[in-house]
Nanobody, 115 residues
Framework: QVQLVESGGGLVQPGGSLRLSCAAS????????MGWYRQAPGKQRELVAT???????NYADSVKDRFTISRDGAKNTVYLQMNSLKPEDAAVYYC?????????WGQGTQVTVSS
């Protein structure tokens, strides 16, 4: 059973930056497909970024060139560096670990972008 704990969310002004962390236990982040998803009020959960076990990354078009997903195997943690934040980036951000057929979710961390 993989447990994921997100942290790093908060209130930031438009144009600002945040770094989210996802600490994993019960599994190694380097063998899972790790992803960040987000869900805004009244909207469906959407994929933000993934990092595959081999290290390749993928991003939603809306965050390309602004967000960066990375991982630290020694700390068993995945990060999401978010720069140039926009009001439309505000959402609860969730970490996911997937190795079919299993998929695990964290509890989420709130990101608010407002002046």
């Amino acid at each position: 059973q993989v447990q994921l704990v997100e942290s790093g969310g908060g209130l930031v002004q438009p144009g600002g930056s945040l770094r989210l962390s996802c600490a994993a236990s019960g599994g190694t982040v380097t063998i899972y497909t790790m992803g960040w998803y987000r869900q805004a009020p009244g909207k469906q959960r959407e994929l933000v970024a993934t990092i595959l076990s081999g290290g390749s990354t993928n991003y939603a078009d809306s965050v390309k060139d602004r967000f960066t997903i990375s991982r630290d195997g020694a700390k068993n943690t995945v990060y999401l560096q978010m720069n140039s934040l926009k009001p439309e980036d505000a959402a609860v951000y969730y970490c996911n670990a997937r190795r079919l057929p299993r998929s695990y979710w964290g509890q989420g961390t709130q990101v608010t972008v407002s002046s």
